[in-house]
């Protein structure tokens, strides 16, 4: 058991299922790209699934945070 109690075994199948889920709803927007859909959802949606397990997918959503904050605050100072 690991310092939080939780079996290693069941900790690496946790990690495996949000990859496989996180995956495939991310996979699942970026071809919304091209095809019919809101991939602009999707997409962050799917990355959020697997920040709770992988530190890069957190770091790609604060990415996309702050391209939102700064695309807000140029639509703003243009209006």
Known sequence: MNRKGHHPKLRAAKRVVVAVVGGTVTLIGI???????????????????????????????????????????KSRAAA
């Open 31 to 73: 071809a919304m790209i091209v095809l019919p859909g809101p991939a602009i959802v999707v997409i962050p949606i799917g990355l959020s699934i697997l920040g709770t397990e992988f530190v890069w997918a957190r770091r790609y959503i604060q990415k996309a945070r702050q391209v939102v904050a700064r695309l807000k605050a």
